[in-house]
């Protein structure tokens, strides 16, 4: 199987400045962002809510925790969250209203309940870059 290709610091920096002409720039930065910082997987990603990034006092965890059921293989796995991407997520986070702890991350424009299925997303990765 191939591996994803790997953006060198220059080449993240034009899909970021591509990404920031777009509709939903931060939140497609952010998704960017993750992917490349964490290492985060697609399928991990969209399936993401926001009491999965969320503290009880508001604040963006250092780590997310991913139980079996949720990531590839059924092998459960921790991502650990750097300092850069901690300041993405809370700027993100604190731009928009969450009403539900259980509100997906990353919604959809049909309904803030529902989030994006990892190949629609996997499409929109392929699409921005």
Do not use: C
Not at 22 to 39: E, G, H, K
Not at 66 to 84: C, D, G, L, M, S
């Amino acid at each position: 199987m191939s591996q994803a290709k790997t953006l060198t610091a220059a080449e993240l920096s034009r899909v970021l400045d591509y990404i920031s002409t777009r509709p939903y720039a931060a939140r497609n930065r952010v998704m960017l962002l993750l992917t490349v910082w964490t290492s985060m997987r697609v399928g991990e990603m969209a399936a993401l809510t926001i009491n999965d990034l969320r503290t009880d006092f508001g604040e963006i965890k250092d780590e997310i925790y991913f139980v079996a059921e949720r990531v590839k293989y059924r092998h459960a796995r921790t991502v650990y969250i750097n300092q850069r991407m901690r300041e993405e997520l809370a700027k993100y986070v604190n731009s928009r209203q969450w009403v539900y702890d259980d509100q997906p991350l990353f919604s959809t424009q049909q309904s803030i309940r529902k989030a994006f299925s990892r190949n629609i997303l996997a499409q929109h990765f392929y699409y921005l870059y």
